[in-house]
C-alpha cells in the first residue's frame, strides 16, 4: 500500500497532461489501490471472524469485493494496453462493451457461486466457485492483454511491448505461485512491483519536460496535438521564437541561457493561458484557451520579454519574434499540422519583433512556393540533372584566371533556373542539402580530371560546404573516397565555410578539417564581414584565405567607416598571411582599388558570370594576361 500511494503521490506531482496513456495508467493504479486496500480490509475481517469478533457474512462479502478488485486490475491492464496501440486501432465499441459486460456478470456471480473461508496450516484463505472464476478471469484478461500487444507490437512502441507485457507476466507468475502454494501470499506486492516497473517505464514525467526550461518538450507537443485532433479541438497557438538564440546563448553562457528559459517558461505558465511547450533552442508554444484577449495577451508577454532583458543580455521585445496561428481545424491531423507549422516558424524568423504575426494565406502561399521548390530537387535529384557552373577568379599578382568557385544550379518544374539563394535554404530544412553537396563534389572532381584543369595552369577550386554537411562526423571520409575515385589530388580543392556552419558544428567541423588539412585540402571562411564574430574564427580555425562579403566591398565605395573598416582588415589578413579574395567586383574602379589595397583575388561580373562547364573550358583555354587599369 505504502509503495503504490508513492507511485500515485509521483504520478500526481507530475505536469498533469492527462493524455490518453495517462487516464488509462491513473485507472489501473486506482484499481490497484483498491485491489490491495480490500486485500488488507478482508485479511482483517477474516482475523476477527477466526475470534468471533465478524459475522462470516459480511467477511465473505469483503473477499469478494476483493476478488472483483482484482479482476478490475486485469480489466484495466486490458484496457492500457488497447489505449497504447489506439493510435492505429480506433476503439472498437463492440468490443468494450463486451469485456464490460464479462465484468458485470462477474460481480452478479457473487450472488450465486459460493466463496468460503478455509484454514490450512493456521493459514485462513478463500475457497469455492467464486475464487476459482476470479482467477480464471485475471488469468483471461491477462492472457488477452499479452496476446494483444504481441499482435501490434510492430506498430507500437517498443517501451510499451516491454513496459505491459513485464506487467501482465509479473501478475501471472504469482497468481500461478499463488494458486499451487497456500501459504504464498504476496500478490498484493506483485501488483504495486509491477506498477512501479510500468511507472518507471512508461509514465516518466522527464518524457515529456524540457531539463533546461521545465517546460513540456515537443515529444509532449507531439502526443498534445494528436489529442487535440482526436478530440477536434481547434485551440489557436501563440509562438514566442528567439531567432538568434544560439548568439545569447555563446553570449550569458550555457547556465545564464537555461536561466533565460525557464523565466520564459515560469512567467509564461504564470498568465494562465494553457500549456507551455518548449521546440527548439529558443521556441516556446503556448495552446492558448481563450482568443478573445488576443491583444492582452500579446501586451502580457511584451511585459515578460521586457523584463527579462533588462537583466539578460542580447534580448529584447524586438529580438524576439511572435507568431499566432488562430486555429488547426484545417489539418486533418498532427503530421500535416506539422509540415506547415515548422515552415511558419522558420518563416516567423524572417519578420520583425515587437509585432504579434498571424499565420494567414499569405504565408501558406510561401509554404505552396516552397513545396513547389521541394518537387523541382526532387526531379532534378531523380533525373540526375544536379549542373555546377564556374565563375573564374582573377589573381592579381600573376594577372589572370588561377582559380574559380564551383556553384550548383538546378531547373525548376518549369524548366527556369531557381536562385540558390532560395533552394539552398529549403533543402537544408527539407533533408536535401547532403546530396546536392554530394552531387556537387563529385562532379566537380569529375570535371577536374577530364579537363586537367591542374595541367592549364588553374591552382585550386573553392567549393561551398553547407551548414548540415559541416556536421556531418563522416564528411572527411566521404570527401576522400570521392577524391580518390577520380584521382584528384587534395591540394586542388579549397572548400568554404561560412561562419554559421562554424557555429552549429565547430568540434565536428574542427575534427573534419584537421583530417584534410593533413592530405593537404585548405579551406576558406566565406562571408566575412557579414557575421558577428568572423575574426574569432580567422584567428582559432585555419583558414588558408578569407572571401570578403560583397556587401561590404560594396558599402566601402558608399560610407567612409566600411572603406576603413575593410582597408583594416585586409592589411590584418595580410599580416597573419590570409590569402584574400574580394567577392562582388562589378567595375573597374572596384578592381583597381581592391587591387591596390593588397587584396589578392578578385571575382565577380566585371570579370565573369558564372558559366557552364564548356563556357569555363573556352575561358580557360583564352586564359591571358589581363592588366587592370584605374
Known sequence: MVLTIMIAVLFCAKTKLLFDTDRAFSYLMTSILAAILANMISVYLMALWDNQLMSERLTLWSGRIYLLCMVCVAFFALNYAKVAIVGREKKNRTAVMANVSFLLLFFFAGFFLRIQIGKKDEILYFYGGYVRLAYGMLMLYLFLCILLVLKHRKHIERRYVISVITFTLMILITVVLVLLFSRVEFLS??????????????????????????????????????????????????????????????????????????????????????????????????????????????????????????RYAGISPESVRYGMIPSLENYADMESFLQDFRFYLKHLCTLSGDVLHILDEYVLDEKNEEDFVVLSLKQAILNDEI????????????????????????????????????????????????????????????????????????????????????????????????????????????????????????????????????????????????????????????????????????????????????????????????????????????????????????????????????????????????????
Not at 235 to 262: C, H, Q, R, T, W
Open 387 to 630: 549542373m555546377v557552373y564556374y565563375q573564374p577568379i582573377y589573381a592579381t599578382a600573376k594577372q589572370r584566371f588561377t582559380t574559380a568557385e564551383a556553384l550548383i544550379r538546378i531547373k525548376d518544374l518549369n524548366g527556369k533556373f531557381m536562385s540558390p539563394e532560395l533552394f539552398i535554404p529549403i533543402a537544408e530544412r527539407r533533408g536535401y542539402i547532403l546530396t546536392l553537396g554530394h552531387a556537387v563534389f563529385e562532379n566537380v572532381c569529375r570535371f577536374i580530371k577530364e579537363q586537367s584543369l591542374e595541367e592549364r595552369g588553374f591552382s585550386y577550386i573553392e567549393i561551398n560546404l553547407s551548414t548540415v554537411q559541416c556536421m556531418q562526423k563522416g564528411l572527411a571520409s566521404e570527401l576522400v573516397s570521392i577524391m580518390k575515385e577520380y584521382s584528384i589530388s587534395p591540394g586542388f580543392i579549397n572548400l568554404e565555410i561560412t561562419e554559421t556552419a562554424a557555429i552549429k558544428s565547430e568540434k565536428i567541423l574542427m575534427k573534419n578539417m584537421q583530417r584534410l588539412l593533413q592530405l593537404g585540402v585548405s579551406f576558406s571562411l566565406d562571408d566575412y564581414g557579414s557575421g558577428y564574430s568572423n575574426l574569432d574564427y580567422v584567428v582559432r580555425m585555419p583558414f588558408y584565405l578569407v572571401k570578403l562579403d560583397k556587401l561590404l566591398v560594396w558599402d566601402s565605395f558608399k560610407k567612409e567607416k566600411t572603406r576603413v573598416l575593410l582597408e583594416t582588415s585586409v592589411e590584418m589578413l595580410k599580416h597573419m598571411q590570409i590569402k584574400i579574395v574580394a567577392e562582388g567586383v562589378e567595375t573597374m574602379e572596384q578592381a583597381v582599388y581592391l587591387e591596390n589595397i593588397g587584396v589578392d583575388y578578385l571575382q565577380g561580373y566585371y570579370f565573369s558570370k558564372p558559366v557552364c562547364e564548356e563556357e569555363f573550358i573556352k575561358i580557360v583555354d583564352n586564359n591571358t594576361r589581363i592588366k587592370l587599369q584605374s
Open 189 to 310: 506486492f506483485a501488483m504495486a512491483l509491477a506498477l512501479l516497473f510500468m511507472f518507471l517505464e512508461m509514465e516518466n514525467p522527464d518524457d515529456y519536460v524540457d531539463s533546461d526550461s521545465g517546460a513540456l518538450n515537443e515529444h509532449a507537443f507531439r502526443k498534445w496535438g494528436q489529442r487535440l485532433f482526436q478530440n477536434k479541438t481547434g485551440m489557436p497557438l501563440l509562438i514566442i521564437s528567439i531567432p538568434e538564440a544560439d548568439y545569447i546563448k555563446k553570449k550569458l553562457g550555457v547556465s545564464d541561457f537555461n536561466n533565460l528559459l525557464a523565466e520564459i517558461a515560469q512567467q509564461t505558465q504564470k498568465l494562465h493561458i494553457g500549456k507551455v511547450f518548449r521546440l527548439d533552442s529558443g521556441e516556446f508554444v503556448c495552446v492558448v484557451k481563450a482568443v478573445e484577449k488576443e491583444e492582452a495577451l500579446f501586451s502580457a508577454v511584451l511585459a515578460i520579454i521586457h523584463g527579462l532583458s533588462e
